[in-house]
């Protein structure tokens, strides 16, 4: 069965430095991973997914994510940090291409002024 | 254009009652899935529709039940609400199932079962 973990509860960053919001999966075959990200008492916003291809996915305001197939690994970063990315993030994956998208806990990132 | 819309945005119901929320997609996409998102956690996964047949099911129980219709938007229906079902309920669409889309999601409607 297909899994993500997201090992952090919470990440807290200063303003203006690199960070980054951990994710692993478990899958059978190739996966289909997603970043999302929710602002309170909003609905989840699509910010990047990973098919196939390059091993580093740009997607919406700034955010980037590496995929590393031999650590099952796809973290999500940004090089500079601003206070407006304060949210919780969530990591996802889907096993086949016509299959349900699962979720991870989630990661409540802070940047601090 | 128009994102997915759901409705109500927010819903109070006694234990035991019934409750219906409701899912417009994006105009064109023709698969609707239902997650359920208690605090604090992350989305579960409850139906996925496609065409207007169940195509995926999460480990929900049978007082969950769903479905879509000709023009594609949905319905999600719970019975006999409990305390443990209150929680924000997101709908989200894609085109198709043939394809490498992500989900884009509604605002959620918020039910509190008191």
């Known amino acids: 069965a297909q899994s993500v973990a997201q090992p952090e509860d919470q990440v807290n960053v200063a303003e203006g430095n690199p960070l980054t919001v951990k994710c692993t999966y478990s899958v059978s075959g190739n996966p289909y991973l997603f970043w999302y990200v929710q602002y309170p008492n909003r609905g989840l916003q699509f910010l990047l997914k990973?098919?196939?291809?390059?091993?580093l996915v740009k997607g919406s305001y700034g955010f980037e994510a590496e995929f590393n197939k031999s650590q099952t690994s796809f973290h999500l970063k940004k090089p500079s940090a601003l206070v407006s990315d304060s949210a919780l993030y969530f990591c996802?994956?889907?096993?086949?291409?016509?299959?349900?998208?699962?979720f991870g806990k989630g990661t409540r990132l802070h940047i601090l002024p | 254009d128009a994102g997915v819309t759901q409705s109500p945005t927010h819903l109070i119901k006694t234990r035991g009652q019934h409750v219906t929320l409701r899912c417009s997609p994006i105009?064109?996409?023709?698969?609707v899935s239902w997650y359920q998102q208690v605090l604090g956690q992350g989305p579960q996964f409850i139906f996925q529709?496609?065409?207007?047949?169940?195509?995926g099911r999460g480990n929900f129980p049978d007082r969950f039940s769903a479905r879509q219709f000709p023009n594609y938007s949905s319905e999600l229906n719970v019975n006999a609400l409990l305390l443990g079902d209150s929680a924000l309920y997101l709908c989200a669409s894609i085109p198709t199932l043939q394809g490498s889309y992500g989900y884009t999601f509604g605002s959620g409607t918020r039910l509190t079962v008191v």
């Open positions: 105009s064109g996409h023709k698969s």
């Open positions: 990973y098919i196939t291809g390059d091993n």
């Open positions: 529709y496609y065409e207007k047949e169940e195509r």
């Open positions: 996802a994956v889907r096993q086949n291409r016509d299959d349900k998208i699962i």
